[in-house]
């Protein structure tokens, strides 16, 4: 039941740009999809792109994301998409037709820029993104701690392990330069042996007689001994490159002085790839964990929040969301609103929000936060290292964002967030931020579907969208397949609700156990008296109202408690109502068209029983049309390839079902 209710998201809900409502919790200000275009300037955005390292994401217009890449130089390379002058090639002109909108994020460096557009692409699976590459194509350097004598190794995948894990880096010939430089510099072990297990039960190996291995395997290097080389080589691998740099580069200058110069070019070769391993990255993490990560930009009473997005140690997105402050709001007391109101309204909680400082009433919201997780949640204030380096990354994109997109937040604010409120106001609901929309599809009753659409903040949220197909209902009867689609859809989300309080997970939000503010239907009075009706037979209290069309099928008003209510014409919430209606009749309409083309390829062989697809291809090569398979004798069905008796029989009968000849008998 539940595989044919639930649909799989049509999009994720990426890139959003919130903002504030009047009492301060966080809102859309996105364009929603489909008209995406409508706030976003292309040309005035190209002119605000930033000359820096970052990666770049291009939207359709249904917001779904569509390519994803990286540059050197966001200003130089995204320009030239736009620029009819250049030979991009078909594929690349099909999809900069498509482009209604773009975002960035910006970098540190071409590396992190890299990584970033790798975790996308296996993110999002964007429609151009041919060439996607795979975690394989970038090496690690990994330090197994959980080991008594730890080793330096190479490493293609990155595990949650109680192994350390530095990068990933874009050169594996500099990643394996870098550990043999490492192992001949700290003397560290290169085998497989058990250790202590088997000291001294084989010979050392080589690595020891020519000086590069303390041979822990004979036991000539004491355990604490060893582990302070590892350390030391830990504080080489964490960004302490100075003394090995400047050792290498006495060494290869000394090489040249005596003219030995293939050892120069050695030592060179060294100090390159050392550069490179030196040049970090933070974007993807050794310890797998879930993070969010909050950084903000303030100017006067405007501020912007930047989420980045961490999961099982990757970053995979980001969100912004403006805010209206006070002008002398000091930050952590902004912080701490916002991390309040915006993981009240989120299932998700990650297991720790790294911050970039700390808030007054930390214990309770940690506290807070780790009821509504399950487990124990962590708020941080990184003081150094990549992870105070990801903060600052995140407090640059949101500057960036506050100095270029406020105007246009502000603009687009009323068709979202703007429009929510008069929809509030005109039906005197306290609140409206989810929206459930449904419609029937159907023609003359053949292939029934339901169709269940989701608008929150003003915007869709496709990832809560759901499919029905209508099972109790024969023929035409929009009233009997509503009333079944509301059924399913609320009789689950109350199982899924005594579910999740069962397993003491009450805090968390399923799929169908989160319920909407307002309900609305695409109908006038007998959809919504459907929808009541149901409601109350399940002991629901949800606000209904119908989405009334006039005559020529456009939207003219909303139906609220038996009344029906006049809306401006040239209102926000009247295009908002209009966007909705019009969105969950396109989303009915579709699931009924794909629906439609399955049935088209249906044969009626395959309602033979006993024809599987095996014996209908072999009836047709021979018989070369269904007429011909109808019209067939039994004992030339028999004879046919894959048929035996008993098939032939079956496929007789249902052709001459009310003058069923008499079976084949032995004479």
């Known amino acids: 039941m539940r595989g ?94 498509r482009i209604r909108r773009f975002e960035y994020i910006v970098t540190d460096s071409e590396l992190e820029a890299l990584v970033l557009e790798c975790n996308l692409i296996k993110e999002h699976r964007p429609k151009y993104n041919t060439m996607l590459k795979d975690d394989k194509s970038y090496p690690f350097i990994k330090v197994t701690l959980g080991e008594d004598y730890p080793r330096v190794l190479f490493s293609r995948n990155m595990k949650k392990d109680k192994s350390r894990y530095f990068g990933p880096f874009t050169s594996a010939g500099a990643v394996k330069d870098t550990i043999e430089l490492i192992r001949r510099l700290y003397k560290l072990r290169s085998c497989n042996r058990s250790l202590p297990r088997d000291i001294g039960k084989e010979r050392p190996c080589l690595y020891h007689h020519i000086g590069q291995c303390n041979a822990p395997c004979q036991g000539k290097i004491s355990k604490e001994e060893y582990r302070r080389s590892i350390d030391e080589a830990l504080d080489f691998l964490n960004g302490n490159y100075a003394p090995v740099l400047r050792m290498l580069e006495n060494k290869m200058n000394e090489a040249a002085e005596s003219m030995e110069f293939e050892s120069a070019a050695e ?29 903000m930009a303030v100017d006067g009473g405007d501020a912007v929040m930047q989420v980045f997005f961490i999961r099982g140690g990757k970053m995979i997105g980001r969100e912004h969301f403006y805010l209206r402050v006070a002008p002398h709001d000091e930050r952590s007391a902004i912080l701490s609103s916002f991390v309040k109101q915006y993981y009240a309204g989120t299932p998700f909680v990650p297991r720790e929000l790294m911050l970039e400082t700390d808030i007054e009433d930390h214990e309770v919201v940690e506290a807070w936060l780790s009821e509504k997780r399950g487990q124990r949640v962590y708020l941080r204030v990184p003081k150094k290292g990549t992870k105070e380096k990801l903060v600052e990354m995140a407090q640059e994109n949101a500057a960036i964002v506050l100095r270029q997109d406020s105007e246009r937040i ?38 029934s579907v339901g169709s269940m659409i989701v608008y929150e903040r003003g915007k869709p949220k ?72 149901v409601l109350d037979t ?124 008499p079976r084949v008998t032995e004479e």
């Not at 706030?39 to 390519?67: A, Q, S, T, W």
């Not at 603009?411 to 979202?416: A, D, L, P, S, W």
């Not at 967030?417 to 159907?442: C, P, Q, T, W």
């Not at 109350?494 to 997970?505: C, D, N």
Request: hydrophobic share 35%.
């Open 267 to 295: 030592y060179r070769d060294l100090i390159n790839s050392v550069h490179q391993v030196a040049q970090r990255q933070k974007i993807t993490h050794g310890d797998g964990e879930d993070k969010d990560v909050l950084a």
């Open 410 to 447: 502000k603009r687009e604010e009323g068709r979202t967030i703007g429009a929510v409120h008069e929809i509030e106001k005109l039906l005197g609901v306290e609140r409206a931020m989810r929206m459930e929309a449904y419609d029937i599809s159907n023609i003359n009753g053949f292939e």
């Open 538 to 661: 399940l002991g629901i209290s949800i606000p209904v109202c119908g989405m009334v069309k006039d005559d020529f099928h456009r939207t003219r008003g909303i139906y609220f408690e038996n009344v029906e209510l006049p809306i401006d014409t040239h209102s926000e919430a009247f295009r908002l109502v209009t966007r909705i209606q019009d969105e969950a009749h396109r989303f009915a309409i579709e699931y009924h068209r794909s629906l439609r083309s399955k049935g088209q390829v249906h044969s009626v062989l395959d309602d033979i029983s006993g024809v599987g697809p095996t014996r209908r291809k072999a009836l047709m090569r021979t018989f070369k049309s269904v007429e011909a398979v109808r019209d067939a004798t039994l004992e030339e069905l028999a004879n046919a390839p894959s048929m035996n008796a008993r098939s032939a029989q079956q496929v007789y009968d249902f052709f001459h079902a009310e003058n069923i000849q």
């Open 4 to 97: 044919q209710e639930e649909c799989a998201p049509e999009a994720k809900d990426e890139g959003a740009v919130f903002m504030a409502d009047e009492a301060g919790t966080p809102t859309t200000g996105a364009s929603e999809a489909g008209k995406s275009d409508a706030g976003f300037n292309i040309e005035e955005e190209l002119r605000k792109l930033p000359g820096r390292p970052g990666v770049y994401i291009m939207h359709d217009e249904r917001d779904d994301i569509i390519y994803v890449g990286k540059a050197i130089s966001l200003k130089n390379r995204v320009r030239q998409y736009f620029q009819s002058s250049r030979n991009k090639g078909v594929k690349i002109e099909q999809m900069v037709e």
């Open 462 to 533: 496709r990832s809560d969208y759901r499919k029905f197909k209508i099972k109790s209902v024969q023929g035409p009867d929009d009233y009997a397949s509503m009333e079944e689609v509301l059924t399913r859809r609320f009789r689950h989300g109350l199982e899924e609700q005594k579910e999740l309080a069962a397993k003491g997970m009450g805090n968390e939000m399923g799929s169908f156990s989160r319920f909407p503010d307002l309900i609305l239907m695409d109908g006038g009075r007998g959809q919504v008296n459907v929808a009541l009706r």
